[in-house]
């Protein structure tokens, strides 16, 4: 895309007595019910069923009256008397062996789309980006995308096998057991894993309310496992063909072609562990394939089948799906890395700013090509950029937490977010991207996402071209 403009210097704002408050994204606080009033499929979803359940909620909910009517009495009693938790005695360990979150986090939870069919079997839900901090996505919210729903495998019954047609491509096929692939040298890394689909109602110009449905399938996490390569030189695979195919064990036969440059550069990970546990049965226990920076459909779940081949393999979900139509009727086929992409996760749509003040603007970008380099950041609708704050760790193929301090006067605003990696690529308008691209697409949407700030607080899903 076009090179990078000179930035205006980030300015701490000055002069506040405090910062501004934020409410939270109404959607945190639907009760099954209301979520059942906007399941009726995606036009009511879109024509405001979903904002209608949450008008009905208003008042419930004293957080959004903010601390005034503390302000204003004589004192806060949660300052002023003992409380509970500090003269009686807590709970012993072995009441939670495994540990939760806190019953007032009950609302962080991953939620399906109203907007998007669902069953029981071939369903996705969509991690809630506005209530996460830092880069690492807990397990339990964690992003799911399943083809045939998902499975508790045994692991002693489970096994991974890996061929070739001829012994020119394995000279020494192997089946292995849970046993023997933990036997193995590992590795843990940090990665992001993002659905090839992640945006991709936006193509349309349909505005999904909040960010966890508009990107919320993505999810970044530390994954332990096996190289591939150790494993295709364990069976003695001719490593000078260009690609393997990777085959899951659910009842969908998910199989994807993986390049062969991917595994010798000791990228493709035989998966275990995520987070330092071994990994959700939801997110393909006890097996699954991590590629980095390659969309999460070729992250194989259940991982059962390796085989070493010379060409790209052609499957179904390689020849009908995942595939971007282009605006001459092409399809443009394996186009598999998730290209550099960010966004502001806060304030982002369904929140609300409640005084005018200083904010904390926060979000979160990645490439499937490398590190992310740099994050611009506007709040005019992309006339003047500031340079953003990447927080710490910056790791390739890994998301990046960005910051920027910003004084809202009160007025309209459109907040948008420019994402950079170290190949030089810019993140680009959805003007930039529908030229190329054109309307009819569904997947790979790596278009800035605005966030329309009305003078009233609320924020909304607008787009730029």
């Known amino acids: 895309m076009a090179e990078h403009e000179e930035l205006t210097p980030v300015e701490t704002p000055e002069g506040l007595k405090q910062p501004g408050r934020i409410q939270k994204a109404p959607e ?118 399943h083809h045939q729903g998902w499975y508790d495998i045994d692991p002693t019954q489970h096994r991974l096998m890996v061929n070739g047609s001829s012994p020119e491509f394995v000279k020494k096929p192997k089946v292995y057991t849970m046993d023997d692939i933990m036997r193995m040298p590992f590795v843990s890394r940090i990665h992001f894993i993002e659905c090839g689909a992640n945006t991709g109602m936006e193509w349309g110009n349909v505005a999904v309310p909040t960010v966890q449905y508009t990107h919320g399938m993505l999810s970044c996490s530390e994954f332990t496992g096996v190289p591939l390569r150790l494993i295709l030189e364990d069976c003695g695979a001719n490593m000078s063909k260009k690609f393997v195919l990777a085959e899951g064990a659910d009842g969908s036969a998910m199989t994807r072609t993986i390049p062969m440059e991917m595994v010798l550069n000791d990228e493709v990970l035989v998966a275990y562990g995520m987070n330092g546990e071994m990994m959700r049965p939801e997110n393909g226990y006890p097996l699954r394939l991590v590629v980095p920076g390659v969309q999460g459909v070729s992250w194989v779940k259940w991982l059962r089948r390796i085989e070493v081949g010379d060409q790209p393999y052609g499957t179904k979900d390689e020849a009908v799906h995942y595939i971007d139509l282009m605006p001459d009727g092409q399809h443009r086929q394996y186009t598999s890395v998730q290209e550099c992409k960010s966004v502001i996760c806060t304030p982002s749509g369904g929140q609300k700013l409640l005084e005018k003040g200083y904010y904390t603007i926060s979000g979160l970008a990645w490439s499937g090509r490398g590190k992310v380099r740099q994050v611009d950041v506007s709040t005019d609708g992309g006339i003047n950029w500031k340079r953003a704050k990447l927080e710490t760790p910056v790791q390739s193929k890994a998301l990046t937490r960005f910051s920027l301090p910003w004084n809202w006067d009160g007025k309209a605003v459109i907040l948008q977010s420019r994402a950079v990696d170290d190949t030089g690529y810019v993140q680009p308008t959805y003007g930039q991207l529908r030229a190329v691209r054109g309307t009819r697409s569904i997947y790979h949407n790596n278009a800035i996402q605005s966030w329309g700030v009305a003078e009233n607080g609320d924020v909304s899903n607008v787009q730029v071209l």
Do not use: C
Request: aromatic share 10%; hydrophobic share 35%; no cysteine.
């Open 28 to 145: 945190n606080f639907l009760t099954p019910t209301e979520i059942e009033s906007v399941t009726q499929g995606r036009r009511n979803f879109l024509r405001g069923s979903l904002f209608a359940a949450v008008a009905a909620m208003t008042g419930r909910h004293a957080f959004a009256q903010g601390s005034d009517a503390v302000n204003a009495a004589s004192g806060d009693p949660y300052i002023l008397q003992p409380q509970t938790w500090a003269t009686t005695l807590g709970k012993g360990v072995a009441t939670a062996p495994y540990g939760l979150p806190s019953k007032y986090e009950a609302d962080v939870i991953r939620r399906q789309s109203p907007g998007l069919t669902q069953t029981t079997q071939s369903s996705v839900s969509f991690s809630p980006l506005q209530s996460m901090f830092g880069i690492i996505t807990a397990s339990g919210l964690h992003f799911e995308r």
